[in-house]
């Protein structure tokens, strides 16, 4: 009898063990959401060279946002714009990481406002989720209300994390069009893809529900996605699509979630440039 009770005891250890170690696990995943979603710093806080070094003539300017952070910008002018693109990038990085994207749009013959968020960069504060939300509408009223640029003008562009945060943006203004690239449904839907085994719907703090943006925007619609995207499924692409209205596209990529833009090489050109076309005109 005394060894069957130590072998049910030792069972019983074994599992409040593995039980407190889970729940360590998700005491630690909820503190640290914000380090999990947001990297200002990778590579590098740091800014790299500027559009200049890639033949592009640009301005930086400063956008200041309702709650005063300083936010920092880069103006990259089309010689004979037909509109201008406002890009909200990933959470990697800032502004000097995307000159590839600022080459490509500016052979589309669009002007490009690109800006990094509140503790990315140059710019000052510290990010949130309500906080990207406050300096996306701040880079609305820069061009709309400082460069005068009529919003019927404007096509908002967001890459990964940035797709929420210019869906967001597209479900408060009345912009040209929204371009939705590498998206996803919602941060808890994209984490109980990545972390099935945990309770993130109940446990995130962070929202980003892109859909329910989506279900608000009554405007052209361009949704961009890999199959090979090896971070945000290709499924939240399509479901994307699926819950926006009508006038709405998709445009299939290749590659993976970093590089999808570059590797489809003409075939992503091709198609921001029908799209921009049938919103901008020529």
Do not use: C
């Not at 009529?150 to 967001?158: A, E, H, K, R």
């Amino acid at each position: 009898m005394s060894g069957k009770r130590a072998s049910v005891n030792g069972f019983i250890s074994i599992i409040l063990t593995a039980a407190g170690v889970y729940a360590l696990i998700v005491l630690l995943l909820f503190l640290g959401q914000a380090r999990l979603l947001y990297f200002p710093n990778v590579p590098t806080r740091a800014l790299g060279p500027g559009p200049d070094s890639i033949g592009l003539a640009y301005e930086a300017v400063e956008i200041i946002t309702e709650d005063g952070i300083r936010l920092d910008a880069w103006e990259v002018p089309a010689s004979e714009p037909r509109g201008v693109v406002l890009f909200f990038h990933g959470n990697a990085g800032n502004i000097s990481h995307r000159l590839d994207s600022l080459k490509i749009f500016h052979d589309l013959n669009v002007s490009t406002l690109i800006f990094d968020y509140r503790g990315y960069g140059r710019s000052g504060g510290k990010v949130s989720e309500q906080g990207t939300y406050r300096d996306a509408e701040a880079a609305w009223r820069y061009l709309t209300k400082q460069r005068r640029i009529p919003s019927s003008q404007i096509v908002l562009f967001g890459r990964s994390l940035g797709a929420a945060v210019a869906a967001y943006l597209a479900s408060q203004q009345r912009p040209a069009a929204l371009i939705i690239e590498s998206g996803f449904v919602s941060v808890p839907e994209l984490a109980a893809q990545i972390y099935p085994w945990l309770p993130v719907r109940w446990m995130a703090r962070f929202k980003y529900p892109i859909r329910e943006y989506l279900d608000k925007v009554s405007l052209p619609v361009l949704i961009v996605h890999s199959r090979d995207d090896e971070i945000i499924p290709y499924a939240q692409g399509t479901s994307l699509f699926e819950g926006a209205h009508e006038p709405k596209h998709f445009l299939e990529l290749r590659g993976g979630h970093n590089d999808g833009f570059l590797v489809s090489g003409r075939h992503y050109f091709n198609g921001l440039e029908m799209f921009l076309t049938s919103v901008l005109g020529k």
